[in-house]
């Protein structure tokens, strides 16, 4: 391939296409860094002093416009969470180039129309204005829209859910909107919204009560009764003793199935055929230990109790009397000795005898000694 560059012609991005972005991507990111412009139902901070021209839906869907489509939703906005940026990520969403102001209705207005929130006014301006959908929060915004309020702020469509919003003897608020063909809708999000939320907290009243009092809060602070916070406290430690017993509980029952498996695994490895096996070999091998200690055990006590007669009778014989070992005679000698002649012979069996028989009477003297003592 030859190093020339190519002179294969980009496509050209369409109308669409070129307005899907209307920011750069370091114009965007800065966007994140600070909240969204803060207007009044009296003027808006982004509209033109200009007279401009309103958008159409086949205008706005095309994005051949540089103006971006000035897009408003509206809302309480009570506990701002998911439910609420998804709706409004749709209403940024519905054209290509969109700026979206978000209308929140002040304290006065919904205390009196729908009922009392948990958040003010002014933090819920606040979390709205952190949204990063957002472009522009419209405080104190009106409760039904008029062709004045739109025309002021120059709005080019309203996002909303179809559904009939009956409020104030209406029908439907945006009835109007929807007939002038203002009207863009978005889908709620299922199992998510500010009344679902406070059910959540009002079922578990008492839950909530006691991880409050935990972290320090006084009962004064939320606003119970002395009683109502010595109940939820004893109701605590009944928890707390409970979830100890169920731990040890467990703990034993856990330890008992393990023994009980241990134990029936043994028992029936005992009555097969290889435990049966295995349990004549042990019996076999404890029975030659115990002979073989036994046997051992006997030829001690046998050499002890020669040692100790022997050592008796050395005791009381006389001296210069041979002492003869258990076992042995005269006759056992060295016969050499004796065969030279018969006499010398005859003379020795004669002393043999005389030995013997002064040993009887010396065996009888020690006895009748040890009988004198005892």
């Known amino acids: 391939m030859s190093g020339r560059p190519s002179r294969k012609r980009k496509r050209s991005a369409s109308p669409g296409e070129r307005h899907s972005v209307p920011k750069t991507a370091a114009e965007d990111i800065a966007s ?112 039904e829209l008029t062709p004045e309020f739109l025309d002021r702020h120059q709005i080019d469509f309203v996002a909303h859910d179809d559904l009939p919003y009956n409020s104030a003897g209406h029908n439907d608020i945006y009835k109007m909107v929807k007939e002038a063909g203002m009207f863009v809708a978005t889908k709620r999000t299922e199992g998510i919204s500010t009344s679902d939320v406070i059910a959540r907290i009002v079922r578990n009243y008492d839950e909530y009560i006691r991880r409050n009092l935990q972290r320090g809060y006084s009962r004064k602070e939320l606003n119970v009764s002395f009683v109502k916070e010595r109940q939820v406290r004893v109701r605590q430690k009944y928890h707390e003793i409970r979830d100890k017993i169920e731990d040890k509980s467990h703990q034993l029952l856990q330890w008992w199935e393990d023994k009980s498996r241990e134990l029936i695994t043994d028992f029936l490895h005992l009555f097969s055929g290889q435990g049966i096996q295995e349990r004549q070999v042990r019996v076999q091998r404890r029975v030659r230990e115990v002979r073989a200690r036994s046997h051992s055990a006997l030829q001690r006590w046998e050499e002890r109790s020669r040692e100790f007669v022997g050592d008796f009778l050395k ?18 000698g060295n016969d050499d000795e004796y065969e030279e002649d018969g006499e010398e012979e005859g003379e020795g069996e004669e002393e043999c005898h005389v030995e013997e028989g002064r040993g009887e009477e010396v065996y009888d003297d020690a006895v009748s000694a040890v009988h004198s003592t005892s």
């Open 32 to 143: 994140f860094k600070r909240p969204a412009l803060l207007s009044s139902i009296e003027s808006s901070a982004s509209a033109s002093s200009q007279p401009r021209k309103r958008f159409t839906s086949d205008d706005a869907i095309s994005g051949q416009s540089e103006q971006a489509v000035r897009v408003y939703a509206d809302g309480i906005f009570d506990m701002f969470h998911s439910g609420h940026a998804k709706a409004l990520m749709q209403a940024k969403n519905v054209f290509p180039n969109v700026y979206l102001l978000v209308g929140v209705n002040n304290d006065e207005m919904t205390h009196r129309l729908k009922g009392k929130t948990v958040m003010t006014e002014d933090e819920r301006y606040d979390a709205v204005s952190h949204c990063r959908y957002v472009d522009e929060v419209v405080r104190d915004a009106p409760w």
């Open 315 to 332: 005791m009381f014989s006389p001296p210069g009397v041979p002492y003869l070992e258990d076992g042995e005679d005269c006759a056992s």
